[in-house]
T-cell receptor, first 116, second 114 residues
Framework: DAKTTQPNSMESNEEEPVHLPCNHS???????IHWYRQLPSQGPEYVIH???SNVNNRMASLAIAEDRKSSTLILHRATLRDAAVYYC?????????????????FGQGTTLQVKP | DAGITQSPRHKVTETGTPVTLRCHQT?????MYWYRQDPGHGLRLIHY???????DKGEVSDGYSVSRSKTEDFLLTLESATSSQTSVYFC?????????????FGQGTRLTVV
């Protein structure tokens, strides 16, 4: 299974942008890059995902390096509610017939602290 | 909210007894997953299913078995519960394919083995 590497923790000030990095140097051509976050005492929730191009949604932006070996989750204006553990995950979507397709394995993630 | 329900939400059981946790979905999604999360740790994949009757082991499958006889239900069984299996268990569902669809998580089941 492809691995991701994230910093253990990061801090941000409220209302400032946050850039959460993720390295995935062994990514394969059929891996999508997914980001999830887990708020305290809750189950994980989906944030964003992408394959090659940068992606934007109402929660965040995902910037993917041209060689796809790294990506960055961007929270444009951090709020106190964004304090959570953020997980970067590679998920094989396209390798038909493989039992690995769709497997979703979480790493340790980055704990984001947001200071008022 | 995605239609995913875990039952029971809380359970206390004795060591050595069998326990079954149920995950039910109304989304007709292909993939279903069982995870455990221990205090201060991330989620660890126990088993997952990529179709009816198609399951595979995850990272921490010892002591657990699963079954998926229909699309909407994915059962996790602890054949003989041990104290080390005290944890919060999360079920997740996901579509798949070219859209690389996101996973939705249940509310979790807190299992205590005494």
């Amino acid at each position: 299974d492809a691995k991701t590497t994230q910093p253990n923790s990061m801090e941000s000030n409220e209302e400032e942008p946050v850039h959460l990095p993720c390295n995935h140097s062994t990514i394969s051509g059929t891996d999508y890059i997914h980001w999830y976050r887990q708020l305290p005492s809750q189950g994980p929730e989906y944030v964003i995902h992408g394959l090659t191009s940068n992606v934007n949604n109402r929660m965040a932006s995902l910037a993917i390096a041209e060689d796809r070996k790294s990506s960055t989750l961007i929270l444009h204006r951090a709020t106190l509610r964004d304090a959570a553990v953020y997980y970067c995950i590679l998920r094989d979507e396209l390798l038909r017939g493989s039992s690995n397709t769709g497997k979703l394995i979480f790493g340790q993630g980055t704990t984001l602290q947001v200071k008022p | 909210d995605a239609g995913i329900t875990q039952s029971p939400r809380h359970k206390v059981t004795e060591t050595g007894t069998p326990v079954t946790l149920r995950c039910h979905q109304t989304e007709n999604h292909r993939y279903m997953y069982w995870y455990r999360q221990d205090p201060g740790h991330g989620l660890r994949l126990i088993h997952y299913s990529y179709g009816v009757k198609d399951t595979d082991k995850g990272e921490v499958s010892d002591g657990y078995s699963v079954s998926r006889s229909k699309t909407e239900d994915f059962l996790l069984t602890l054949e003989s519960a041990t104290s080390s299996q005290t944890s919060v268990y999360f079920c997740a569902i996901s579509g798949g394919g070219y859209r690389g669809t996101e996973a939705f998580f249940g509310q979790g089941t807190r299992l205590t083995v005494v």
